[in-house]
């Protein structure tokens, strides 16, 4: 279970070193009246991170604004992947607003023809269409759409299934909650669409199965049919866990979906532009699925968000069919051209893919030597979940003990947001992270781990 982080100030040990700085109590008093005020007039759903008010963020620091400094681990959940505050980025961004040009509906620009043809050239060949929105929610809504109404061209009315999987997120509003696969997230739908239906997620530890066999066999008992599936989604790593499939699974899932006229949907929201060690995530399972879905680290700041496919699928509604007020926001596009530049040009995966091993060789040691109450540790790249379990059974989660490791890396200068899933600790640097920032990480882990088991 989520929650709320106290604003009582507690004194922490002093931290000095190249990457953090914590001289103040946690919360910081004189942050206090902020984060009061926030507390009174929004709702209590956003009381759910470490209460530290940011003033600014550079490379790999986050800082506020009584002197503390945290090396950080969290990307504004895998947002800045080329890392916080680039010059690059500010630049466009400043430029852009002193044109002065800052918004414009759907009517044409210069930088939002610049930043489609720059999506469909980095995306695999075949999808070629490039469709701009805002946020992730409204992707994976839009490949839904576009997958029931090719369903319906192809298959007629019956042919409207969607197919998700447990412990799956693909946004909060109505369509991708039901397409999510938490069901207390869906309690208040009520009238849950009986044709989206979801299957366990072949991820290993909480799925052992991950034959496809397992996969068509669970499909069959929803009580669906190739003849009544038209799209198939998958965030190409569950987020909750940073869990991969099998490459082979996905692979005779693309066929499986080929043979039968489904849409295969990656959702690329939080894997895509080099967070998984690869330019897009789908590339670790040698696929390419029919539509995928990015946002986050596309403009490594401001809300942009798009859907990428195949013209077919594309192109099924005409002129003023299907539009957002904000597609191609002239400031947006112009920060998400100025990020795409930069991971493209320093080739960040690569450095994601480098400094990953390093990530990963480091929590192992951590998932050996704390055996008893971490059960798994998943991702590729930069992106890692790190599952806390009860020492008692393995396969119930620990939440309360994941939510106190969390709050004593916060105290020592490493920030994280509050675990995810109820009990994965999350890890997503900036793919500019160097290899002893992370080694300097893994020793901060390591010792929250060790004095959280302590305080049970």
Not at 124 to 145: H, S, V
Not at 240 to 248: I, L, Q, S, T, Y
Not at 393 to 403: F, I, M, P, S, T
């Amino acid at each position: 279970m989520a929650k709320e982080f106290p604003l009582t100030p507690r004194p922490v040990k002093p931290v000095k070193t190249k990457n953090r700085v914590i001289k103040t109590s946690i919360p910081v008093p004189q942050s206090l009246p902020i984060l009061k005020r926030l507390r009174k007039y929004e709702p209590l759903s956003m009381s759910g991170q470490p209460p530290i008010v940011w003033d600014r963020a550079v490379g790999e620091h986050v800082y506020d604004a009584w002197g503390n400094k945290w090396l950080d681990w969290s990307s504004c959940v895998l947002v800045a992947n080329a890392g916080h505050g680039r010059k690059e980025i500010v630049d466009a961004v400043v430029n852009q607003a002193r044109k002065p040009l800052l918004a414009t509906y759907c009517f044409p620009t210069e930088t939002r023809s610049l930043l489609v043809e720059k999506l469909v050239k980095m995306a695999p060949k075949g999808l070629d269409k490039c469709f701009l929105i805002t946020t992730g929610a409204e992707t994976t809504e839009c490949a839904l759409k576009l997958a029931r109404t090719h369903g319906i061209k192809v298959g007629g009315t019956k042919k409207i299934g969607i197919v998700s999987f447990t412990k799956a997120f693909h946004g909060r509003t109505m369509g991708a909650q039901m397409m999510g696969g938490t069901p207390a997230l869906k309690n208040w739908i009520i009238n849950v669409d009986p044709d989206m239906v979801q299957v366990p997620f072949p991820d290993g530890y909480w799925q052992e199965d991950t034959s496809f066999e397992f996969f068509l066999n669970a499909v069959a008992k929803a009580g669906k049919t190739p003849e009544t599936i038209a799209g198939v989604i998958t965030e190409t790593y569950q987020g909750g866990g940073a869990d991969f499939a099998p490459a082979e699974f996905m692979q005779k899932l693309r066929a499986w979906c080929t043979a039968n006229e489904i849409v295969m949907i990656c959702d690329e929201v939080q894997a895509g532009f080099g967070r998984t060690g690869k330019l897009f995530g789908f590339e670790h399972y040698g696929i390419v699925p029919d539509i995928f879905c990015c946002g986050k680290g596309v403009s490594g700041s401001l809300p942009l968000s798009a859907v990428l496919g195949k013209p077919e699928i594309m192109d099924l509604y005409g002129p003023n069919e299907m539009t957002s007020t904000h597609t191609g926001s002239p400031v947006c596009a112009a920060a998400a051209l100025a990020n795409l530049n930069i991971i493209t040009k320093e080739r960040l995966w690569k450095n994601a893919e480098k400094v990953g091993r390093v990530l990963f060789d480091g929590l192992e040691g951590i998932a050996q030597k704390y055996s008893d109450v971490v059960g798994c540790v998943h991702g590729k790249g930069l992106v890692a979940g790190v599952q806390i379990v009860k020492s008692s059974n393995r396969k119930e989660k620990d939440g309360d003990l994941a939510w106190e490791a969390v709050r004593l890396c916060i105290d020592k200068g490493l920030l994280m947001f509050a675990p995810v899933g109820g009990s994965t600790i999350k890890i997503a640097p900036p793919l500019t992270t160097t290899k002893e920032q992370v080694l300097e990480g893994i020793t901060v882990l390591d010792e929250a781990m060790a004095e959280a088991i302590a305080l049970k």
